[in-house]
């Protein structure tokens, strides 16, 4: 299965006391035991590096995490054609449109996600769209 991480399951992963930093770790321990081929984007990343280290003071964490990613999933930049699709999108979030566009053109079975607003579209078919929750009782069944 291909799934796409959303930039706020990577700041589950490092953040413990996030509602759903659990099921985001039995996410990560499925990729590193290559269950699942993950995929993020550089964007995410940047983004995930900033609240953990600017905002939260763990730089270290997030460095070696970052490392980690590199070389053990899918890590690519946002690409001209995800944005030329992103702004294509019927929904005006230029950022969400291009992680979303990425994770179709990379053929994601699953977005993997906590945004509500995400959650809530119904225009990505037939890529899923769930929470870490809900992908982990689907790991498991």
């Known amino acids: 299965m ?3 991480l959303d930039t706020n399951i990577l700041i589950d992963f490092l953040e413990k ?11 990560w321990e499925a990729a590193r035991m290559h269950r699942i081929e993950v ?14 280290s600017d905002i ?11 490392y980690w990613m590199i070389h053990h999933i899918n890590v690519e ?13 019927p929904d005006n979030d230029l950022e969400d449109n291009a992680q ?13 996600t906590n945004d509500r607003k995400i959650l809530k579209r119904t225009d990505l078919h037939p890529m899923l769209v769930m929470t870490p929750e809900q992908f982990v009782e689907k790991m498991k069944s």
Do not use: N
């Not at 550089?42 to 609240?51: A, G, K, N, P, R």
């Not at 939260?56 to 970052?66: G, L, M, P, V, Y």
């Not at 930049?77 to 999108?89: C, E, G, I, T």
């Open 56 to 66: 939260h003071k763990d730089r270290q964490s997030a460095c070696d995490f970052i």
């Open 100 to 112: 979303i566009s990425y994770a179709e053109i990379k053929g994601c079975d699953v977005f993997i």
């Open 77 to 89: 930049y946002v690409s001209a054609p995800d944005l030329l699709k992103a702004l294509a999108s």
């Open 2 to 4: 291909r799934a796409f």
């Open 17 to 27: 006391d996030r509602p759903s930093s659990e099921s985001s770790s039995i996410i």
């Open 39 to 52: 995929f993020v984007t550089t964007q995410s990343i940047l983004d995930m590096f900033y609240v953990v």
